[in-house]
């Protein structure tokens, strides 16, 4: 059976945390995060939340948790994404024997979409099933990647976090992350410690906070990198940057052949990457000559749709194409002058152009006078008034694409070279996704243009690195796909967000 987009997804943030823990802290922490992944492309403007309710066998629990020495405390240096390694860390299975020998697990849940229950009440939900009440949590630790929620809103359709964790008596909560949110931000973590739990964070919090990077721009106004240039600082949202390319660094024949340098499973995965953490607040981005040499449809398809939904079989009948046509990511395209805008393409047609977005300089008239033909026809089309491809041209059109109505939170940059070349250089991609076919192409068309435009010189030093980089490869099937294999490389060109974590 051919995994899923979203399976693939999902191996793939598995593949990029440590192998190695420390301690039994951070093995009930990946396993939140292994749980808090099944809500990949639902939960969004939400974070992505696992939760695990354990109980210690044999020990008190406050015993279990003031013992000097304890595994629980933990050695060396924090693992990070990707990590092979930890100095006197154990592998995922050696721990996982340990911990079923020393706890027992009372309930475990996510929170599998937007305005579903939240991880610890689906945790607490689990419990019931299996039995246990309140009389059991007493003596038991609540494990969470994100701080539990505190407060109440009109438009929040579950209840805080925090108050059913006390009312169930739990004896102590660690998380790896504080929410940022600037309603919880500590406070969740305060709530609870004054009502007598015991709580503890900031174990494991780097790999945690790479699965929620999207949500954690978004709650914090959506700003980019700290630099002295404020247009660099405004709100936008978190760029990603897909390429697939040969070993050669080729996307395509000189003669413009390039279906399919990657195989079957790659393109699902990419799938995935468009919906980011929910369809809804997410687009897929490429350049007009991308979009005149390629005319690619930018959308998921249906059996995904189906998949995000948890709907049955759908019925392409014209009422429900509209219908599935709202659950697309946003599609962007970057065009000074609209010109693509009078190719017959599949961008500007069908019910999906509701959700295209069309980015064009406002100084041209010819640019100006295309823009409002598009708006007749329902599609979007936001004027800047400096060049597209400019640092600040490329930073303002990001601010206007996460304020409303569009509200997008992740941004999957899918070409082509010169945008992407623009992008990197403007220092406006967040994360890289690169799959390289293990294949020669050479005299072809490349994957990006410069990056350092203007420099004669560029010493290797001066050269863009990634951090917290992986690699992954990826076996296709083999029927179908007669190509060669694949490697994923991911990486981030800045630093992980990470936010306070001792409380």
């Known amino acids: 059976m051919t995994d899923s987009p979203l399976t693939l997804l999902r191996r793939h943030y598995l593949h990029c945390l440590p192998s190695r823990l420390r301690n039994w802290h951070e093995f009930w922490l990946y396993r939140c995060l292994e749980l808090a992944l099944q809500g990949l492309g639902r939960v969004a403007p939400n974070p992505l939340v696992g939760a695990v309710l354990v109980r210690p066998r044999g020990r008190p629990l406050a015993r279990f948790l ?57 945790a607490f939900a689990d419990a019931a099933r299996n039995g246990y009440g309140p009389k059991d949590f007493q003596e038991a630790i609540l494990y969470c990647n994100l701080e539990p929620c505190s407060f109440r809103a009109a438009s929040k359709k579950q209840p805080p976090c925090c108050e059913q964790v006390v009312q169930r008596r739990v004896g102590a909560v660690i998380f790896a992350n504080i929410d940022p949110n600037p309603e919880v931000a500590g406070r969740g973590a305060s709530e609870l410690r004054r009502a007598g739990l015991i709580v503890r964070s900031g174990d494991f919090a780097l790999p945690s906070a790479s699965v929620n990077q999207i949500f954690f721009r978004h709650i914090t106004g959506g700003r980019g990198r700290k630099a002295a240039d404020n247009v660099l600082n405004a709100p936008r949202p978190w760029v990603s940057l897909k390429l697939a390319q040969s070993l050669d660094a080729c996307i395509a024949t000189k003669s413009g052949d390039s279906r399919w340098i990657s195989g079957p499973k790659a393109r699902a995965m990419v799938q995935a990457l468009r919906a980011g953490h929910s369809a809804k607040y997410s687009a897929v981005t490429v350049g007009c000559s991308t979009l005149e040499a390629d005319d690619p449809s930018l959308l998921l398809r249906p059996a995904f749709l189906q998949e995000l939904s948890h709907s049955g079989e759908i019925a392409l009948s014209p009422e429900n194409q509209k219908r599935l046509a709202c659950r697309q990511p946003w599609r962007v395209v970057w065009d000074s002058q609209l010109r693509s805008s009078s190719l017959p393409l599949q961008f500007y047609s069908g019910p999906e152009r509701e959700r295209s977005i069309a980015i064009y300089h406002r100084d041209n008239p010819e640019g100006a006078e295309r823009a409002k033909v598009l ?25 206007e694409l996460s304020r409303p109505p569009y509200n997008i939170q992740h941004l999957l940059l899918e070409g082509g070279a010169q945008l992407a070349g623009s992008f990197l250089a403007a220092g406006l991609v967040d994360e890289v996704y690169c799959f390289i076919s293990q294949r020669f192409i050479g005299a072809g068309l490349r994957s990006l243009q410069d990056i350092h435009p203007g420099q004669e010189r560029v010493l290797l030093s001066e050269s863009l690195q990634l951090r917290h980089n992986s690699s992954m490869r990826i076996v296709e099937d083999r029927d179908g796909w007669d190509g060669p294999e694949e490697v994923l490389c991911h990486g981030y060109p800045n630093e992980i967000f990470i936010p306070q974590t001792q409380i």
Do not use: M, N
């Not at 924090?78 to 340990?98: F, I, K, N, V």
């Open 66 to 122: 003031s013992e000097e020495g304890e595994q629980g405390q933990g050695q060396g240096p924090e693992p990070q994404p990707g990590q092979t390694t930890a100095s006197g860390g154990e592998s995922y299975s050696r721990l996982e024997a340990d911990c079923a020998r020393y706890f027992e697990v009372l309930g475990q849940g996510y929170h599998a979409a937007c305005g579903q229950l939240h991880a610890e009440a689906a």
């Open 375 to 399: 708006q007749q026809k329902g599609i979007a089309a936001i004027g800047l008034e400096v060049p597209l491809h400019s640092t600040e041209g490329l930073a303002r059109g990001l601010a």
